[in-house]
Every structure is written in C-alpha cells, then in structure tokens.
Nanobody
Framework: QVQLVESGGGPVQAGGSLRLSCAAS????????SGWFRQAPGKEREFVAA????????YYADSVKGRFTISRDNTKNTVYLQMNSLKPEDTSVYYC???????????????????WGQGTQVTVSS
C-alpha cells in the first residue's frame, strides 16, 4: 500500500505563491505516476497536474499552465506543486494522488488514481 500526506496549504493573497508537498510512504511506492487534483465546494474534483516517475514528463490543466509546476524528488519520496501567481479561483482543497505502479501513463481522470492523500486547503484572497 501507498500512503500520501500533503502539506503546505494555507491562506495567501492573490498574486502570491505556495508550495505544496506530498510525502509518500509504503514499500510499494516505486515507479508510480503522481498527480495533483483539487476540489472546490460544490464542484467536481478536477485535474491539476501530473508527473511520471522519472520526472521527465509533466502535464498540466490549461487553467494552471504557466503558473504551476509539478516536480518530484524520489530520494525523498516527495512530490511538489509550486503554485505562483495564485488567483482567487485557485481556492480549493488540493489532493495528492498516485497511480498503481503497473500504470506508467498519466491520466486526468481521478478514477484512474489508486492512492489519495487527505487534502490540504488553499485559500486565495483578492
């Protein structure tokens, strides 16, 4: 099994930055595609970004492209989401997710991710 724990959320003013971290544990965390999703009140969970195990390939939702950067440090079993130029519409609970190691492709569908963190709140004020 894989356990994921997010940190780094909080309040921030529009135009500011935050860096989210997702610490993974579990002996089966190896060769997993990782992703970030977010969910605002009353809305469906939406894809934000994904990264392959090697970090060579990254993917972003159009709404965050150019502002957010996903990265990973496999020596620390940690995935990051650097969020710059934050907007009020970025306010959401952000979730870290990982696919089962058998799947090497990214996906924008939350149903394709097998492991989830508990979420961390990001609130952007105008």
């Amino acid at each position: 099994q894989v356990q994921l724990v997010e940190s780094g959320g909080g309040p921030v003013q529009a135009g500011g930055s935050l860096r989210l971290s997702c610490a993974a544990s579990g002996r089966t965390f190896n060769n997993n595609v990782s992703g970030w999703f977010r969910q605002a009140p009353g809305k469906e969970r939406e894809f934000v970004a994904a990264i392959t195990w090697t970090g060579r390939n990254t993917y972003y939702a159009d709404s965050v492209k150019g502002r957010f950067t996903i990265s990973r440090d496999n020596t620390k079993n940690t995935v990051y989401l650097q969020m710059n130029s934050l907007k009020p519409e970025d306010t959401s609970v952000y979730y870290c997710a990982a696919r089962h190691r058998a799947y090497h492709d990214y996906s924008i569908q939350s149903r394709d991710y097998d492991y989830w963190g508990q979420g961390t709140q990001v609130t952007v004020s105008s």
